[in-house]
Every structure is written in structure tokens, then in C-alpha cells.
């Protein structure tokens, strides 16, 4: 052997071993997929069989995982729950979340409606849209943060009997956006062309909205692990909520909470932007008030076209400034 042959095969080695390694990671990496897979139908079905014992009926129709090898795929052509002791049911349609190779953590999961609800104390539900979609940056214990979009959002009740079904609510687009911040839980929303149907509201008249706003529940964390069953003992704090409609609009901020007794107590401030396109929406949506509501509202345009205000609640007494609005019932 020549001393020319020796470097050729070095080479030949290295490649050798590279692909060796290449297969080896992509066979761990196959193994790893097929198991997750396997994995996840055998928690859904236990998942399943354990609310069975409780009395509650739960599904995910025909669960398929695909994608292999460049995603994880999860589909349902329904989802179902049902809880007969509670009288609680909800259904949508077909169900489908993917997470790509590059990032594994953050699935995207596109729902389609309608959503069918029926729960105690309200009439049943229907709620569909056009495209609903989720975004989930998963960690542990908790998500870091849960995205919901909509478009062509819509409501009405679904009547179980032969009943026309009542039109509620139409928005062009909505979102929210849940975050743990060590033990409290931020929520950022926002909704565009938000149209409240007449009838289900007495009647009363409401142009078109645009709203948004950022609070953060307090002890959020808890209270997603074990929904409380009172509001009492819970507080809120409201960085932004706001709601307009062409130059009008109302902002509020500031804490809320509710004490053992169920009696409220916050120090709110509002703000208004143009006070009288403010009062005449107000005067529409509350007709036996209106000329109240256009005296006091005439007062504050002398304040300026953008004033604002202290909303103070003391166990449940309320004073606007130092107008007194009355008591609050305890909430429950």
C-alpha cells in the first residue's frame, strides 16, 4: 500500500461514521415520534375513561395523529363533553393542532364550529365563526401563553323545541390572550365591529363597538387549577378596558375586588373621550333615563373634551366623585 492510499480512506471513514450517526439520530428520533404518538391516544382514552367514572361523557371522534416526520399532527372530526349531574354540555366540530419540527412547543390548533353549549341558568347556545384559531407556547406546569383569534364571530340561542333561534351578537374579529405571571394570570382582549342584537338586550339600541383592554387576576394560577365556585374572595386589576364607537369612548381602569361577604370594593378611575357623542349612545341604550344621563353628561363637557372621573366603591356603596350612586348588592 502506497503512502497516497491512506488519506483517500480517512475520508471514506468519517462519511461512513457521519451516516452512521445521521441514521442512528433520525431511528431515536423515529422511536421518539411513533412512542409520543402511541402515548398520546392511550392519556386521551385513559383521560376519557376516567371522566366515565365520574358520570361524564367526553370524546375527541376518530383521534388521528399524522405528520411523520417533519410534524405532530392531532385531529378530531368532533369534540364532546357532557355532564348530566351539572347539567353542563358543550360540542364543536372538527379539531386540528400542529407542531413543527423546529418548534415543537408552540402548536397551532384550528377549530371548527359551531359551539353548542348548555349550562344551567342560561338558554342554550349556539356560537360559530368563520376561522377560529390557537396558539399555545407550552411549559411546565402552565402554559406561558394561550392565544385565541376569531373571525366572524356570531351568537343565538338554540332553541331544543321548534323556535325560531334568536340572534345575539355578531364581531368582526376577536382575541384573547391568557398569561401566567408568577401566581396571577394577565388577560389581553380585543374585539372590532362588535353588533349586540336589539332584542337581547330589551330592546335597547347599541351602535357598533370596538373594545380592548389588559387585567390581571390575582391568584390566577389557583383559580385555574380549581375554578372557584363564588366570585367572592377574588380580585382583579384592571389596567385598561375601553370601549368606543366613532369618537366616543369610555376607558376604565384601576382594582377590583370582592370580599368574604360578597360586597364589592374598587377605586376606578374612568375617562371619557367626547362626553357628548358618549351621553347620546347611552341615551339610546337607556331611553327612560336620557335626559338625566344628558344633564349630567353636559356638566362633564365643560371639563373638557376628554375628563375623567373617580368611580369609588366602599363595601358595596358607590359614589361617582362626590356623587353617590347607591349600594351594591353582595354578589355571590
Known amino acids: 500500500m502506497t503512502s497516497s492510499d491512506e488519506p483517500s480512506r480517512k475520508p471514506s471513514r468519517r462519511l461512513f461514521w457521519l451516516a452512521a450517526f445521521i441514521v442512528a439520530l433520525f431511528a431515536i428520533y423515529s422511536a421518539g415520534w411513533f412512542y409520543l404518538a402511541g402515548r398520546l391516544k392511550t392519556e386521551a382514552d385513559q383521560a376519557v375513561a376516567n371522566l366515565g367514572t365520574k358520570g361524564i361523557a367526553a370524546g375527541c371522534a376518530n383521534l388521528t395523529v399524522s405528520g411523520y416526520p417533519l410534524s405532530f399532527a392531532v385531529s378530531c372530526d368532533s369534540l364532546a363533553y357532557q355532564d348530566d349531574a351539572k347539567s353542563i354540555a358543550a360540542s364543536t366540530g ?20 359551531p359551539l353548542r353549549t348548555s349550562v344551567p341558568g342560561m338558554p342554550p347556545l349556539w356560537v360559530d365563526w368563520d376561522r377560529l384559531s390557537a396558539t399555545v407556547k407550552l411549559s411546565w406546569p402552565l402554559p406561558r401563553r ?6 366572524g364571530l356570531s351568537g343565538q340561542t338554540d332553541p331544543a323545541d321548534d323556535s325560531d333561534p334568536a340572534e345575539l351578537f355578531y364581531a368582526a374579529n376577536a382575541a384573547g390572550q391568557l398569561e401566567p405571571k408568577e401566581q396571577d394570570v394577565v388577560y389581553t382582549g380585543s374585539v372590532g365591529d362588535l353588533e349586540i342584537n336589539a332584542n337581547a338586550i330589551g330592546g335597547r339600541e347599541l351602535p357598533a363597538l370596538d373594545g380592548g383592554g389588559e387585567a390581571t387576576v390575582k391568584n390566577g394560577v389557583a383559580l385555574i387549577a380549581a375554578p372557584p365556585k363564588s366570585l367572592r374572595g377574588q380580585s382583579i386589576d ?23 361577604d360578597g360586597l364589592v370594593d374598587a377605586n376606578l ?11 347620546a349612545i347611552l341615551g339610546g341604550a337607556i331611553p327612560e333615563h336620557k335626559s338625566e344621563i344628558e344633564q349630567g353628561f353636559a356638566g362633564l363637557a365643560m371639563l373638557g373634551n376628554e375628563p375623567s372621573m373617580p368611580l369609588r366603591i366602599v363595601k358595596g356603596k358607590a359614589s361617582l366623585g362626590f356623587i353617590p350612586l347607591g349600594k351594591i348588592k353582595p354578589v355571590d
Do not use: H, Y
Not at 98 to 111: E, K, N, R
Not at 146 to 151: F, H, N, T, W, Y
Not at 245 to 257: C, H, W
Open 94 to 113: 372538527s379539531f386540528n393542532a400542529v407542531a413543527g419540527i423546529t418548534q415543537p412547543l408552540s402548536p397551532v390548533a384550528d377549530v371548527r364550529g
Open 146 to 151: 394561550v392565544l385565541l383569534q376569531a373571525e
Open 238 to 260: 384592571i389596567a385598561k378596558l375601553d370601549l368606543s364607537a366613532g369618537t366616543a369612548r369610555v376607558t376604565v381602569s384601576g382594582p377590583i375586588s370582592v370580599d368574604a
Open 269 to 279: 378611575t374612568i375617562k371619557l373621550k367626547d362626553p357628548k357623542a358618549v351621553a
